[in-house]
């Protein structure tokens, strides 16, 4: 839902930061990896039962991925390969964290309770998987009540109120199986009217692959010397 109402102001409120980073030598992987580690920290401190400092961090975690997207597009670096590590630290990420709640839970609350944040981490798993196979077979699944942006947010509330962070936990695992039933129907309706899913999946690989023999083209070129007149 945020990602899709306020992912263009957002980008155009980054993009001073990303031409600035242009200069300092960090590549847009360089802040993703950043934001695991600190993601990693979160959780450890969170586990540890330091819910103030694992908000500080998971604020922190938070700007790397912010603005990772801004320094690609400033440095002309964007790729699909860059997507395609950002998207999966950032479902490493997801899963570290509740992780690290479960890791509270087990030491300060009932056992069972470690099932809760555990349950929240596969729904969003789920909604993740949603996008990725209908974005294969080129359809959209996009938007939702629960997306990774309200994730966050809810997780932080939790954090900064501990007495509302089993509630939270509820909330998001609610308001995210919804988003799973929003995104199924979605993508039901438009395979049942795309008779030509099909073609399209077959136009992106072929797209892929020429993109791939460009690349290869491209690499021979300069890996071949040019011979002096």
């Known amino acids: 839902m945020f990602d899709g109402k306020f992912r263009t102001p957002v980008d155009r409120a980054v993009k001073p930061v990303g031409n600035a980073l242009q200069g300092t030598g960090l590549t847009p992987d360089h802040l993703t990896v950043a934001g695991l580690v600190i993601g990693v920290a979160a959780a450890l401190a969170i586990g540890s039962g330091r819910l103030l400092l694992g908000l500080i961090l998971v604020i922190l975690a938070a700007l790397p991925d912010l603005l990772d997207g801004a320094l690609a597009k400033a440095s002309g670096a964007a790729s699909e390969r860059g ?81 509302l962070l089993i509630p ?49 083209e491209r690499r021979r070129r300069t890996l071949v010397p040019r011979r002096r007149p």
Not at 126 to 154: H, N
Not at 168 to 189: E, Y
């Open 83 to 163: 997507a395609f590590f950002d998207s999966t630290v950032d479902r490493i990420t997801d899963a570290v964290l509740l992780g690290g709640i479960a890791w509270h839970f087990a030491m300060t609350e009932s056992p069972r309770l470690v099932l809760l944040p555990f349950a929240v981490s596969a729904v969003a798993q789920v909604i993740s998987y949603q996008r990725a196979k209908a974005e294969s077979l080129g359809l959209d699944a996009r938007g939702g009540l629960m997306e990774r942006a309200e994730r966050i947010v809810l997780l932080c509330l939790g954090l900064a109120f501990p007495v």
């Open 168 to 216: 939270v936990l509820w909330v998001m695992l609610a308001l995210s199986s919804v988003t799973a039933i929003q995104r199924f129907a979605k993508v039901w309706r438009q395979a049942e009217v795309a008779p030509i899913t099909q073609e399209r999946i077959d136009l992106r690989r072929d797209r892929r692959h020429s993109r791939r023999v460009a690349r290869s």
